[in-house]
Nanobody, 124 residues
């Protein structure tokens, strides 16, 4: 089992940047594909980005492509989400999630472990 803790959220003006971190503890982190999801009030949890075990491949939702970058440092057991050119519609609670069952996944049901979430608020 792996435990995940997100950090780095906060309040930022539109056009600004934030970097989220997802720190893992427990089993070998490099065995897990990691994804970022977000959930705004009254909306379903949606896929943001994911990265494969080695970090060699990354995938993004169309809504964040070109603005967000996911990366990982397996030596530090950490995955990052660099968010640039933030928009008010990016406001949500951001969650990281991990799975050892799949090579890559874009839906919450394929992930077994979740962090507690970190709030990102983008003001206009």
């Amino acid at each position: 089992q792996v435990q995940l803790v997100e950090s780095g959220g906060g309040l930022v003006q539109a056009g600004g940047s934030l970097r989220l971190s997802c720190a893992a503890s427990g089993r070998t982190f490099s065995n897990y594909v990691v994804g970022w999801f977000r959930q705004a009030p009254g909306k379903e949890r949606e896929f943001v980005a994911t990265i494969t075990r080695s970090g060699s491949s990354t995938f993004y939702a169309d809504s964040v492509k070109g603005r967000f970058t996911i990366s990982r440092d397996n030596a530090r057991n950490t995955v990052y989400l660099q968010m640039n050119s933030l928009k008010p519609e990016d406001t949500a609670v951001y969650y990281c999630a991990a799975s050892s069952r799949v090579v890559v996944a874009f839906t919450p049901l394929h992930y077994d472990y979740w962090g507690q979430g970190t709030q990102v608020t983008v003001s206009s």
